[in-house]
């Protein structure tokens, strides 16, 4: 009875698009060389995985029955062959899963890339470590990556309160960048709270906000983290020869605006590594940058305070879906 609890581990399974999970007993993965098998203690839920059980991420494939869960905070169990810096007992958190066929973190144990993890930082707890991976990423990809963001800069951050947007401000702040975060009149507390200043987007125009903060110039870079209408505001907030940034830029769009500036247009897509193997060296980099960031107090995440198991995931799925969320929703697998 013992040997077969070691060999098995509870995971949910989606048997098909916009299904319930299925909770199951199935078999421990065993770690490949190149990876490490991670008891997992925490799974974060981005707004991606609730589009994915429903079948509506054609961007993010992943086939069914499949686990799913795209960020995960946990403790080395074991090392494949081949593996080097990780061992036994580590606290480590990473995107390591949940779209290409990769097992996702809704359940006890997975093998994970090894490229694909660094270690938790130790000024965050499991339930905080796993909110960050996909949404520091993606700002990182952005800002870093793609902008090469500096101090003396004007940074703007459509949607700074959100999952990506609030992780945005941190990394451009930890730059000496000045930053400005455009959300809900509701969220200014918390976005003075890390360091930017809030613009409130129903009772401020863009051309309101750019005459008030830039002298009618525009910002350096702009980071649209909303996508759709977003983009086009951020075509008209930019300045002439600045830069432009969107992980949701998947929509038609005027580029006029763009191009009357000269401006610069990057698109992210953070998930070409999990997708294609290509680049998943550079995920593990960025995530120990998170973990300097955050073992230096320049980052933290913003979490809902409310819990969630294996048991209720599908609660936090459609309060997801809901809206309201106010900060990252975070499954606790093994406590």
């Given at each position: 009875?013992?040997?077969?609890?070691?060999?098995?581990?509870?995971?949910?399974?989606?048997?098909?698009?916009?299904?319930?999970f299925?909770?199951?007993?199935?078999?421990?993965?065993?770690?490949?060389?190149?990876?490490?098998?991670?008891?997992?203690?925490?799974?974060?839920v981005?707004?991606?995985?609730?589009?994915i059980r429903s079948g509506?991420?054609?961007?993010?494939?992943?086939?069914?029955?499949?686990?799913?869960?795209?960020?995960?905070?946990?403790?080395v169990?074991?090392?494949?062959a081949?593996?080097?810096g990780?061992?036994?007992?580590?606290?480590?958190?990473?995107?390591?899963?949940?779209?290409?066929?990769?097992?996702?973190s809704?359940?006890?144990?997975?093998?994970?890339?090894?490229?694909?993890l660094?270690?938790?930082?130790?000024?965050?707890?499991?339930r905080?470590?796993?909110?960050?991976?996909?949404?520091?990423?993606?700002?990182?990809?952005?800002?870093?990556d793609?902008?090469?963001?500096?101090?003396?800069?004007?940074?703007?951050?459509?949607?700074?309160?959100?999952?990506?947007g609030?992780?945005?401000?941190?990394?451009?702040?930890?730059?000496d960048?000045?930053?400005?975060?455009?959300?809900g009149a509701r969220?200014?507390?918390?976005?003075?709270?890390?360091?930017?200043?809030?613009?409130d987007?129903?009772?401020?125009?863009?051309?309101?906000y750019?005459?008030r903060?830039?002298d009618?110039?525009?910002?350096?870079?702009?980071?649209?983290?909303?996508?759709?209408?977003?983009l086009?505001?951020?075509?008209?907030?930019?300045?002439?020869?600045g830069?432009?940034?969107?992980?949701?830029?998947w929509?038609t769009?005027?580029?006029?605006?763009?191009?009357?500036?000269?401006?610069?247009?990057?698109?992210?897509?953070?998930?070409?590594p999990?997708l294609?193997g290509?680049?998943?060296?550079?995920h593990?980099?960025?995530?120990a940058?998170?973990?300097?960031?955050?073992n230096?107090?320049?980052?933290?995440?913003?979490l809902?305070?409310?819990?969630?198991?294996?048991?209720?995931?599908?609660?936090a799925?459609?309060?997801?879906?809901?809206?309201?969320?106010?900060?990252?929703?975070?499954?606790d697998?093994?406590?």
């Open positions: 009875m013992e040997q077969s609890k070691l060999s098995t581990m509870k995971a949910l399974i989606l048997e098909s698009p916009g299904d319930t299925r909770v199951a007993e199935i078999p421990r993965p065993s770690p490949a060389e190149g990876e490490v098998l991670v008891r997992i203690k925490a799974s974060g981005n707004p991606l995985d609730t589009k509506n991420a054609a961007h993010a494939r992943h086939p069914v029955p499949a686990i799913l869960g795209i960020d995960m905070a946990g403790v169990e074991a090392v494949g081949g593996v080097k990780l061992r036994r007992g580590d606290e480590v958190y990473g995107m390591t899963g949940g779209v290409g066929g990769v097992q996702g809704l359940a006890q144990f997975a093998s994970v890339d090894a490229r694909l660094a270690r938790k930082p130790s000024h965050l707890s499991m905080q470590a796993a909110a960050l991976p996909l949404v520091f990423i993606t700002a990182w990809e952005g800002l870093v793609r902008v090469g963001v500096s101090a003396a800069q004007k940074v703007l951050v459509l949607g700074g309160a959100g999952g990506v609030h992780v945005a401000v941190q990394i451009a702040k930890s730059f960048a000045e930053v400005y975060a455009v959300d969220t200014a507390d918390y976005i003075r709270s890390v360091g930017a200043t809030p613009i987007y129903a009772s401020e125009t863009v051309e309101d750019v005459a903060y830039t009618g110039k525009g910002f350096d870079v702009v980071y649209d983290t909303i996508g759709g209408p977003g086009d505001t951020a075509f008209k907030a930019v300045k002439r020869f830069h432009v940034v969107s992980c949701l830029g929509g769009h005027a580029l006029a605006p763009l191009s009357f500036k000269a401006a610069t247009y990057s698109g992210v897509f953070t998930l070409i999990l294609t290509e680049g998943r060296e550079h593990g980099e960025i995530m940058e998170a973990t300097k960031l955050a230096a107090d320049k980052l933290t995440p913003r809902d305070g409310r819990v969630f198991t294996l048991d209720t995931v599908m609660d799925y459609e309060l997801i879906q809901r809206g309201g969320v106010d900060g990252k929703l975070i499954i697998i093994d406590r």
